[in-house]
T-cell receptor, first 111, second 113 residues
């Protein structure tokens, strides 16, 4: 079955700097890769996603890149703000089924 | 519109008790997932419904776990004879199948004493 790894497990950045979180997956059949932000006491919230027919996607300060050959995808947050502090999860899915999550990255943005 | 709701938000059970956790998905979403999230970990798949049909229950950790969605809308996850290792947050998510976007509820934090 699918296995998703995520690095780093914790990340601290200064406000205004960029943050990058990387994930790898094992199943070449996976074709949908969402990223979620989870704040304390809340469920994960989708922040951006990418499909296997696209190499990069941007939404304001957030971007995701996908390398299908290497089976890895990354989340990039630019101009970080204190409210970006949270736990971020990547996931891999095959046509909206079998979502497998990474172990998470705790991002701290220091003012 | 209304998102995914779950109840109760918090549940404390004595070991051996049965519990029932409820999920109200977004109206019209036919696909529904249950996940278990241990402290400091990512969500782990438990089971998946399409309408009232339970298509995959391979993630249920034991036969003490049972899920149902009898009318294809509200779903209930039942845990019988709870054990301490069942302590976790149980998340429900419904899917917009047009976009594969998964919408999570706030979760139910279960503590088994």
């Amino acid at each position: 079955g699918e296995n998703v790894e995520q690095h780093p497990s914790t990340l601290s950045v200064q406000e205004g700097d960029s943050a990058v979180i990387k994930c790898t997956y094992s199943d070449s059949a996976s074709n949908y890769f969402p990223w979620y932000k989870q704040e304390l006491g809340k469920g994960p919230q989708l922040i951006i996603d990418i499909r296997s027919n696209v190499g990069e996607k941007k939404d304001q300060r957030i971007a995701v890149t996908l390398n299908k050959t290497a089976k890895h995808f990354s989340l990039h947050i630019t101009e970080t703000q204190p409210e970006d502090s949270a736990v971020y999860f990547c996931a891999a899915s095959n046509y909206g089924q079998n979502f497998v999550f990474g172990p998470g990255t705790r991002l701290s943005v220091l003012p | 519109g209304a998102g995914v709701s779950q109840s109760p938000r918090y549940k404390v059970a004595k070991r051996g008790q049965d519990v029932a956790l409820r999920c109200d998905p977004i109206s019209g979403h036919v696909s529904l997932f249950w996940y278990q999230q241990a402290l400091g970990q990512g969500p782990e798949f438990l089971t998946y419904f399409q309408n009232e049909a339970q298509l995959d229950k391979s993630g249920l950790p034991s036969d003490r776990f049972f899920a149902e969605r009898p009318e294809g809308s509200v779903s209930t996850l039942k845990i019988q004879r709870t054990q301490q290792e069942d302590s976790a947050v149980y998340l429900c998510a419904s899917i917009d199948t047009d976009t594969d976007t998964q919408y999570f509820g706030p979760g139910t934090r279960l503590t088994v004493l």
